[in-house]
């Protein structure tokens, strides 16, 4: 059968097929056409409580039709949603970063690719931070003060031992001693707690003796009592306010007088209980008062006896050149008053010492001064009575004023060692001295007797004793003259040099084992050694330790000695055997027999109990220290102030600014408000240090415990203990106050509850997201997490987090020493020392086997190479971990700067190190890449490149000191053969001179010779450039003959040159030596003749005297 179509019809399918082509492939493509329309929106709110952040999600570009269904992951898991729903209102969500899915779902599928975007839940949490103050209990009257830091609080109560119910002021008044725990209650529900402890506080109240404040009554019929009340426990308050109940007792049995009187407050010291009454002179009255304090505590006084009379008192004072004034004072007094002398010496009138005499004196007069230091009061005997305004009178005992005692003193000093000379000390007490004479003396007195050894200088101070020095020894006699021309004599003597003497002191050492001595001699040392010492000391005896001597102290230190007893032997520059005192001392060693300590954590605070018994006790300090994470370094827990290791611990203020708080030892230091942190108790302590190394004194320092401490309850981690099951047993560490619960509120953002207890431990969870909540004594924390993300039972760093251990190629030999052990806290990091084993493999292969494990930890030498490492756990399941780290031997430095250096003496001479260096240390403390010296030697410069790595080169610096001619000897009076000496100043260091008379041609000799007469110039350089010196130097000789014959041709006889030296004196004998002429240099010679007349031709001699002092002589003949 042949199926026939007509063209119509073809047309139409033809259309047909092909429209069913274009919807065909318009519906398979349709979702990826709406799919790029599709999006998710997310509006997140910061959580202001812990949980309590949220998203407010929306969709555009959907398929009409179409619910979205919303998946939310908190980063960075992206396999467990924290929110699945098709509510796009996302609640309940922390703080962090997350992911956001919408998916279509058409006809209960889901349709098209989701849509995707990020968001962040900001964490705009104030968290809950405080502090306690407190007013410690007197009476059952202690107040605490919550101070806010942050947060948003909204209750505050007591829970522990006594309950006070949540309430919104800060202040809780009324408590008893003991430890309260505080807990404050934000806004979110949230709860934080501190513990703080209130002490008894008693005040121990003593009376003090009564009293009569008032020297001038305020009225004939009044009276002031006084009783002062003290605290003899200066550290508690005084429980103000006092009430006071005095009762008076008037005379005759007449009716007390009550007086009250409240004192509101004062210094806790004490306080003074003053009370007017009315004055019955001379009449029996008593007083007493009562005392109750804020909190009812009594104290009663006795019964005093009231009848204080008028007194006068007459008070010697003493004046210039021992002399005496009175001063006369009336107590219980209403002024004005009268005064008359009853007794005085003979001839005395007191108008000639007093102008107000006999008065009447009132208070301003007072005191009634009779004499003056010009006008002092004569001796004798003196008494006076008074009248004052009530009609009452006084009189005053006898008061003798006494010939004066004046007596010399001299102390003396013993002749030193050093000088052979002692020394005195002379004074006349009370005087100030005019003169001092020794008037005798032994013969080695270096100035003739008698001698003036101080003469006082009116424009000087005034001088009461006279040092006298250099006295041999010897018996003197010395007359002191005073100012007021007192003369004593006094005998003295000076005792010779008795010999040095040896203090001993020993301290133990820093090390446990060991003790240190300081032996202290005060004069020159020049041999010391150790005789004797305990069998185990390391050097064979007797043993030099002259090294050990501090010489500006003349003083032995030596650290690191075995204990036992020890005997020393020096001497000294005097002598030879000093006397050492012990003769055999002691040294013990540092021995700890206690170290305990109790870390008592409390809600917010802590209490630490520390016991430590030693013997190191030198200045000992204990202290408490936090390590600042910024620094590294430990500081002071309250201010931060940072402590550098090895210096001193500053505890107390008084020593300067304190870099630890001090802590009680042998007791518990209470409610100790810190923050997180690692924290150490130090000891420290002073002992003797090495003197061979000038280390005079040693700082001990130890630490006795370091913990770590969390001021709140703190999650410290997660651990999942299964190692291969696909299911997780949950560790969930913690650190609080006791009890602590564990329980598991959600799974997966849906309630889901699990109560441990006090079980940590989380057996056999699914895989998912699980919120735990942990609850102490303080508060509670909660966490979220994803068993995902939980490290395993053991584990292992990944290579990039364990730091390349790096050294410096000191040998110059590819290889050094490691101590890879240094990582084993890195790749340990959480994970419990005992729970897991970790070993060091040259090769993966090893580490993967667990065989030839590295044994040599400290000491692993090798080239750069790297390290695998395996941890595998002790339970034997076969959990293990790889990692690795590299090992990197870098190369030295090579420094190519010259051996040699040259300059000039007191010039500076620069050395310069080769460049490119990141540091430069020079000897001499330079700390750039050139340093300047002045001063030959050698130096040495230590260089470190980028990477630390230090080599160092030693160079010679050499300085020539300019010349200086001393002296330029000349040799002459010859014709051609005369010589010229250079002499030059002695140099402190070596020089190297060259010598010329040209200054062209130079020689290293000196001396210069066949030199004919002449004016020269001597040049003497250094070879190295550092100077030039010259001197003018004259050759000098005479002529053997003269013709005075009148050719004009040698006419006359003189010296040649002699004008160079203007003091020469020049004298002409003939033979028999008659003197026949003598002229200086600037005339114009002998002419032959005497007294005008003409001598023969014959010999003549002459005496030359040259400006130096040297005399010459020599003849010539004189042909006519």
């Known amino acids: 059968m042949k199926l026939a179509i007509n063209k119509i019809t073809q047309k139409v399918i033809q259309l047909t097929l092909k429209n069913c082509i274009c919807f065909f492939l318009l519906f398979m493509f349709a979702p990826s056409v709406w799919a790029q329309t599709f999006s998710v929106t997310a509006v997140p709110t910061a959580a202001t409580c812990n949980g309590n952040g949220s998203m407010v999600l929306s969709s555009s570009g959907a398929q009409t039709g179409a619910s979205i269904h919303y998946r939310v992951y908190k980063l960075p898991n992206v396999t467990t949603p924290v929110w699945s729903s098709t509510d796009p209102n996302v609640i309940g969500q922390t703080s962090g970063n997350y992911k956001v899915e919408a998916t279509q779902i058409v006809a209960g599928t889901p349709f098209g690719a989701p849509a995707v975007t990020q968001t962040i839940i900001d964490d705009n949490i104030i968290p809950l931070q405080f502090t306690i103050d407190h007013v410690n209990a007197i009476c059952n009257d202690g107040i605490l003060t919550v101070v806010m830091i942050s947060g948003n609080p909204v209750t505050y109560e007591i829970t522990t031992p006594i309950i006070r119910p949540a309430q919104t002021s800060t202040i809780f008044t009324g408590l008893a001693p003991g430890s309260y725990t505080i807990k404050v209650t934000d806004n979110c529900g949230a709860a934080d707690s501190q513990v703080v402890t209130l002490f008894l506080d008693t005040p121990v109240l003593e009376l003090g003796s009564i009293s009569f404040p008032d020297d001038e009554l305020a009225a004939c019929d009044l009276l002031t009592i006084l009783n002062d009340v003290a605290n003899t426990n200066p550290t508690s308050a005084i429980a103000y306010p006092i009430e006071v109940t005095s009762t ?37 009255c008593s007083y007493k008062f009562k005392i109750v304090d804020r909190c009812g505590k009594e104290l009663q006084s006795p019964l005093y006896p009231v009848k204080p009379l008028l007194t006068v008192m007459g008070e010697l004072k003493l004046v210039e050149c021992l002399g005496r004034t009175m001063e006369v004072n009336p107590n219980k007094y209403m002024p004005p008053f009268t005064l008359q002398f009853t007794t005085t010496p003979p001839g005395f009138n007191p108008a000639d010492y007093n102008d107000i005499y006999p008065g009447p004196y009132n208070t301003p007069d007072l005191p009634a001064v009779f004499g003056s230091p010009g006008n002092p009061l004569p001796e004798g005997s003196y008494a006076f009575s008074i009248l004052d305004a009530c009609g009452r009178t006084a009189s005053s005992g006898i008061i003798e004023i006494a010939k004066p005692i004046v007596a010399a003193e001299v102390f003396t000093g013993n ?183 109790t870390l008592t954590p409390h809600c917010g605070s802590f209490d630490l109990f520390y016991d430590h018994v030693s013997n190191g006790q030198i200045f000992v300090t204990y202290s408490l220290q936090k390590l600042d994470e910024v620094s590294g370094l430990w500081s002071h827990p309250d201010t931060g102030v940072l402590y550098t290791e090895g210096t001193k611990i500053i505890n107390d203020p008084l020593n300067g600014t304190p870099n630890a708080l001090k802590i009680k030892n042998n007791d518990t230091t209470y409610s100790l408000v810190y923050p997180t942190g690692n924290y150490r108790i130090v000891k420290q302590y002073k002992c ?58 959600s799974k997966n953002g849906q309630p889901f509850l699990i109560d441990n207890g006090e079980n940590n431990i989380f057996n056999d969870l699914e895989l998912a997201v699980y919120t735990v909540i942990v609850t102490d004594k303080c508060g509670s924390r909660p966490l979220t997490f994803n068993i995902a993300d939980i490290p395993s039972l053991v584990y292992a760093p990944d290579p990039d987090r364990i730091p390349t251990l790096e050294h410096c190629d000191d040998d110059d030999n590819g290889t050094e020493v490691f101590d890879i052990s240094v990582h084993n806290a890195i790749i340990l990091d959480t994970q419990i020392p005992s729970d897991v084993t970790i070993t060091y493999h040259a090769t993966l292969n090893d580490a993967q086997q667990g065989i030839n494990a590295i044994t040599n930890l400290q000491q692993y030498t090798t080239a750069t190479t790297t390290i695998h490492v395996r941890v595998t756990h002790i339970s034997g399941n076969g959990c293990i971990a790889l990692t690795s780290f590299n090992l990197l031997v870098r190369p030295k430095p090579v420094l190519k700067m010259a051996e040699k250096w040259h300059g000039c003496e007191g010039e500076n001479i620069v050395i310069t ?3 490119g260096f990141s540091s430069y240390i020079w000897s001499d403390g330079s700390t750039n890449q050139s340093t300047s010296v002045s001063q030959p030697g050698s130096y040495t410069v230590t260089v470190k490149d980028k990477f630390g790595c230090e080599a160092s080169k030693t160079v010679e610096v050499t300085t020539s000191p300019p010349p200086v001619i001393n002296t330029v000897n000349v040799s002459d009076w010859t014709d051609n053969n005369n010589v010229i000496s250079v002499v030059m100043e002695p140099t402190n260091i070596p020089s190297d001179f060259e ?42 000789t005479y002529p053997k003959f003269f013709t005075p014959n009148g050719d004009g041709i040698n006419e006359t006889w003189r010296i040649k040159l002699s004008v160079l030296e203007p003091d020469m004196k020049i004298y002409i004998y003939d033979r028999y030596g008659k003197l026949i002429t003598g002229f200086d240099p600037n005339s114009n010679g002998w002419d032959g003749t005497l007294n005008g007349k003409r001598l023969p031709s014959t010999d003549y001699w002459f005496v030359v005297i040259r400006q130096n002092g040297q005399e010459l002589k020599g003849h010539f003949s004189m042909i006519r």
């Open 688 to 745: 003797w240090g090495d003197g061979s190394q000038e280390i005079y004194e040693k700082l001990c320092t130890s630490v006795s415990y370091e913990f770590k401490y969390f001021n709140e309850l703190t999650i410290t981690g997660l651990l999942n203990l299964s190692c291969f099951s696909q299911n997780g047993d949950i560790q969930v560490s913690a650190f609080g106050v006791a009890p602590i619960t564990y329980k598991i509120v």
């Open 913 to 915: 190190a080769d460049s």
């Open 995 to 1036: 010598y010329s008379i040209d200054n062209i041609t130079y020689q290293d000799s000196p001396t210069f010779t066949g030199l004919p007469p002449g004016q020269y110039t001597v040049y003497v350089k250094d070879k190295g450039d550092c100077g030039i010196d010259k001197r003018f130097a004259y050759i000098l």
């Open 415 to 597: 002749a030193l060692c050093t000088t052979g000379l002692g020394s005195a000390v002379v004074s006349i007490p009370g005087l100030y001295m005019q003169t001092v004479i020794i008037t005798a003396a032994p013969p080695e007195y270096a100035n003739p007797v008698p001698h003036v050894v101080f003469e006082y200088d009116p424009d000087d101070d005034p001088v009461d004793e006279v040092l006298i020095n250099n006295l041999p020894p010897g018996e003197y006699s010395v007359t002191l003259i005073d100012t007021c021309g007192i003369v004593l004599t006094k005998d003295f003597k000076i005792a010779p040099y008795k010999g040095a003497r040896a203090d001993v002191n020993a301290r133990v050492d820093c090390e446990e084992g060991f003790g240190t001595i300081r032996l202290s001699i005060g004069e020159d040392i020049t041999q010391i050694a150790i005789v004797s010492a305990p069998t185990n000391y390391p050097h064979p005896l007797p043993h030099d330790v002259f090294a050990y001597v501090n010489q500006s102290e003349e003083t032995l230190y030596m650290d690191h000695l075995v204990p036992g007893q020890y005997k020393f032997k020096a001497s000294t520059t005097c002598d030879n055997d000093v006397e050492m005192l012990p003769p055999v001392f002691t040294v013990n060693a540092y021995k700890v027999t206690t170290n305990d300590h």
């Open 248 to 284: 008076y007792y008037p005379p005759n049995g007449a009716p007390p007088i009550i007086y009250t009187q409240t004192i509101a407050g004062g210094v806790n010291d004490g306080f003074p209980i003053t009370q007017v009454v009315p004055y019955y002179y001379n009449q029996n």
